[in-house]
């Protein structure tokens, strides 16, 4: 139990400290410690490395700041104990450092600063961009310095490690190599002070480190200070025992109670279950057993046996989740071989994704000991502090597993998925960040993903379709959702000279969709991936909406309506009039075409194309957000949208934008009957939300974008919208449905937001509470009512 709290230690003791308390010369000139790495290592290739560093202390610090970094990835400890991972994610023109106290875990006499750094070379995971390996660690005063990284470091390349690819995964994989660790080749209790390192070498200076304002010349890291939080760790047990052959463990090995023994020459399998996916670095320590192999493997969900299934690529059914039988186990694993010796510890240098893991132990002449094993559970350190109450506890269950999916999918980066791909897309993003406004208030991750894909953005106009990367990727429809999370941002949080920076990047994008603009407004043969949605339908290709012989799409030519609708409400605002006027002449322009273009009299719905071969429910739902339909017409068209069976539908992904549609059309009432894909979701045992609507064969069971009524059912049902830059006035504007009782709040940067809506004797009883100096407006049935900032209570006849 000894490494949990030294782990916890961590969380409390170690805070990233703010831009304001780094000497500024660390932001402005060049560093007086110098880049290091193993001589003779090759830069470029996979590699593990240990550098060491003992010091002598007169007396322990009250305060000791350091700057550290490294290529690919480093952990950091003081005295033996874990006080920082990173760097955080980032690219070569803005290459994070971590700014750390550590004087907590410095004592007077001897120390020892020690960090393991890893470059995974070309089987690093494809999120990761790389110069060459490296470490840096940099004092932030004259004091501090005397922990500089020089050639007075110790260093070792660990060739216990090697790298393992996944053999067999039913699916497109992006998140990199695992671990092979041969303890009998692992430096020991390398990070302890006293640990021997006479034997080690010593470390070979490269250059000084130089952040990217220091007016100096750099082909290489340009340093830049970290803008998000340490990441959590919170120690997390495994739950259950599932399956167990030639093993005997039961629930005081799972507390971590009571060790169990593997015999000699003996074949084990454990099948553990956590009950609910999670984020973790798992902790397996154990004892003896020369050369006893043990297998790690990890996975979101078992498959389904599928012996007459000769492709191993269709073999892709899980089912019910919370069922083992008939099914198998297929995913990353890592593996350690055992020194036989006392007290061995392995835990990955990544975070590994789990529902189930399975252990697999072969053991040689020796039985072994696992003494414990558990998780470190990791994430961005999100809070949910947001409520909802109501006596519907599916409800409740689904901003559970929403908010369980989000934090999830939420790192040093959004990402669409943690198993997979671990990727920051703009447009997973863009529904991951008002997740986390609704539910947690906390901004941070939100910006920190707007200026990383600011940072992406090419000559030619577009961003990347996700960042950082090492693999380009664009997906200009993700160019246009930018925008639009730009917006959000503009919205519900302001800060008028982050967007007015942010603006140049709409105005490229929105630039380069102009030189494919014919006169009537309607982009033609736009180039690279345009990419709307994963649906299933005549006319979709690897979810790239309809597009027409003229090389037209409504789709795409309504996500460009919605862009420049954005980008004109910032640009009026805060921004350039020029633009404004320019954008407002785009907006008249595509509304006139599009209505003539697309729209099927005969049918009165809009088509995907001019030649009216496919409709969708993307291309309808959208002409109703942008304002193409309003009133009236938006209503019976929202009807269409509902009842016509011969439409391609929204995924679960989309039904983001569908459900803002029809609710702007005069539907929000309806939107708790529309929840059947997550309720689908829960019935099959998951306890995040699926990538797909095909929720038994989904390659990722953990996609944030699918986390939408973690947002609606405080902005549909409850009502509380934005209405104003910097949610600067309020507009509530309830949609209860069949629900008789129900509150909830949500935070605000003044405060809270609640409101209260009770059904009895006929009449409804409303409290709404805002923070101070906000107002707002509250709507009823049509009818307005204005909001002050504090309480504000009404009681309306329910007629």
Known sequence: MQKISLIVIFIFCCSLLKAQEINPDILSKTWSANWIDVPHSDPHDYGIYHFRKKIILDSKPAQFIIHVSADNRYKLFVNGQLVSIGPAKGDLYHWNFETLDIAPFLKKDSNVIAAVVWNFGFEKPVWQTSFRTAFILQGNTKAEEIFNTDASWKCLADSAYSPLYPQLIYSYYAAGATEKVNMNKYPVDWKNINFDDSKWSAAHELYNGIPKYANNWSSSWMLVPRQIPLMELTPQRLHTIRIQTNIHAGNEFLEGNQPVQIAPNTTAHLLLDQQYLTNAFPVIQFSKGKDADIQLTYAEALYIDEPDNKDWRSQSQKGDRNVIEGKHIVGVKDEIISNGGDGQSFTSLSFRTYRYIALDITTKDEALTINDFYGVFTGYPFKMNATFSTTDTLLKKILEVGWRTARLDAYETYMDCPYYEQLQYIGDSRIQALVSLYNSGDDRLMRNAIEQIANSTLAEGLTESRFPHNIHQEIPTFSLIYISMLHDYF?????????????????????????????????????????????????????????????????????????????????????????????????????????????????????????????????????????????????????????????????????????????????????????????????????????????????????????SPNIELYRIVLGIGSDAPGFSKVKIEPHLGELKNVSGSMPHPEGNISASYVLQQNKWNISITLPSKISGNFIWKGKEYPLKAGENNFTIANN
């Open 491 to 707: 919205m519900y949080r302001g800060d008028s000279n982050f967007i007015k920076n942010k603006l140049r990047i709409s105005r490229q994008v929105l630039s380069f969709f102009h030189q494919l603009q014919q006169k009537d407004g309607s982009v033609i043969h736009a180039p690279y991936w345009e990419f709307t949605d994963w649906v299933d339908a005549p006319g979709w290709n690897s979810g790239v909406g309809p597009i027409g012989e003229d090389g037209c799409s409504a789709i795409l030519d309504l996500q460009l309506l919605m862009a420049y609708q954005s980008a004109y409400s910032m640009e009026k605002s805060i921004g350039m009039k020029d633009y404004a006027m320019q954008y407002a002449s785009q907006i008249d322009l595509l509304k006139k075409t599009i209505k003539e273009k697309y729209w099927e009299g005969s049918r009165k719905i809009f088509a995907d194309t001019k030649d009216k071969k496919y409709f969708s429910q993307h291309t309808n739902a959208l002409a109703i957000i942008t304002g193409v339909v309003n009133g009236v017409d938006a209503h019976q068209l929202g009807e269409k949208i509902l009842k016509d069976t011969t439409i391609a539908t929204a995924s679960v992904y989309f039904r983001y934008y569908l459900y803002q549609a029809l609710t702007k059309a005069g539907f929000g009432n309806d939107y708790l009957r529309w929840l059947g894909i997550w309720k689908q979701n829960l019935k099959m045992g998951l306890t995040t939300w699926a990538e797909t609507d095909d929720v038994n064969r989904t390659r990722s069971d953990c996609h944030a974008w699918g986390s």
